[in-house]
Nanobody, 117 residues
Framework: QVQLVESGGGLVQPGGSLRLSCAAS????????MRWYRQAAGKQRELVAG????????YYADSVKGRFTISRDDAKNTAFLQMNSLKPADTAVYYC??????????WGQGTQVTVSS
């Protein structure tokens, strides 16, 4: 069956780094664009970063530009989100999303990222 499994979250001090991974299975990973969303407590889920199915195009929310990098390894069916210079405002549950069309998309279960001293 289709699975997206996030990992790499945790507690980090401000200014620190984390690398999130999203391991995919059960579908043709290379045909899907990949996105990372986050949802902070009491707030709506927001799109953080995206990468096209070919890897040739990326998108970043203004709040993370220059600090976060999205990438993918189709040989490993895995997407990544490298997060540097983390701030307390980055604290949220981070979700991996695989998108083929508007009606064909999958979600992971989320991984908690907490930035605190």
């Amino acid at each position: 069956q289709v699975q997206l499994v996030e990992s790499g979250g945790g507690l980090v001090q401000p200014g620190g780094s984390l690398r999130l991974s999203c391991a995919a299975s059960g579908f043709t990973f290379s045909s899907y664009a990949m996105r990372w969303y986050r949802q902070a407590a009491g707030k709506q889920r927001e799109l953080v970063a995206g990468i096209s199915s070919t890897g040739g195009s990326t998108y970043y929310a203004d709040s993370v530009k220059g600090r976060f990098t999205i990438s993918r390894d189709d040989a490993k069916n895995t997407a990544f989100l490298q997060m540097n210079s983390l701030k307390p405002a980055d604290t949220a549950v981070y979700y991996c999303n695989a998108v083929r069309t508007v009606t064909l998309a999958y979600w992971g279960q989320g991984t908690q990222v907490t930035v605190s001293s």
